[in-house]
């Protein structure tokens, strides 16, 4: 059973982290108070069908939320747990109404504004807010590594969504990397170096 929101809490939650190619994404929402969907849970949780059966319902029932990607040349710039707490921060900032405080999945984050946070270890399977974020986070990069599915179909995204699979390694030895993919992270494992 998730923990309910309180009044103007804040959940936030990055998807794509590990993935060798596209953004990290992520999403900050508020949830009315006594919002509940019996389907709601980890992202990682529900299925793909019910994640986007959820994104319309948390999208018109939030009180507020906001979606932020962050490049591959950004990460490569600033590193990849950078990266993730800054798409969190852009997601926070696009929030139409102020958080009275932020609940973060995970253990790792820098203060936003002055407004109070607190991190929690699988947050998005305890916290609406959080479940609701991780939601939306997974969606929304799930849909912007279809659109990069249409320019580089050889690399399957629109089924592996830039994570290391089998197929997308195959497909990285056979064609090489895109300007998606992220130049600081090892895209073959038997290599320390990938020239590019």
Same mark, same amino acid.
């Given at each position: ?9 804040a959940g936030t939650d990055e998807a ?11 999403a900050a929402i508020i949830l009315p108070?006594?919002?509940?969907? !019996? ?8 299925? !793909? ?41 852009? /997601? ?18 820098? +203060? ?5 946070? &607190? ?33 580089? +179909?050889?690399?399957?995204?629109? &089924?592996?969504?830039g994570y290391p699979t089998k197929e ?15 130049? /600081?992270?090892? &895209?073959? +494992?038997? &290599? ?5």
């Amino acid at each position: 059973m998730l923990t309910r929101s309180l009044y103007h809490e804040a959940g936030t939650d990055e998807a794509g982290r590990g993935c060798l190619a596209g953004p990290v994404t992520a999403a900050a929402i508020i949830l009315p108070e006594d919002f509940y969907h !019996e389907h709601l849970n980890d992202s990682k949780i529900v299925t !793909e069908k019910r994640r986007e059966l959820l994104r319309p319902v948390l999208e018109t029932e939030a009180v507020a939320f906001g979606v932020s990607h962050i490049s591959p040349k950004e990460i490569d710039s600033i590193n990849i747990l950078n990266a993730a707490i800054l798409a969190m921060h852009e /997601s926070i900032s696009q929030l139409a109404h102020r958080p009275t405080c932020i609940m973060v999945d995970g253990n790792r984050f820098k +203060p936003y504004e002055e407004i109070a946070h &607190q991190c929690i270890v699988k947050g998005d399977s305890k916290y609406a807010s959080i479940a609701a974020a991780s939601v939306l986070a997974k969606t929304h990069r799930d849909a912007y590594m279809a659109k990069l599915h249409e320019e580089f +179909p050889m690399y399957n995204w629109i &089924q592996n969504k830039g994570y290391p699979t089998k197929e997308h390694r195959e497909a990285i030895k056979k064609y090489g990397i895109t300007k998606y993919h992220r130049k /600081s992270f090892r &895209q073959l +494992p038997e &290599q320390f170096e990938l020239e590019i």
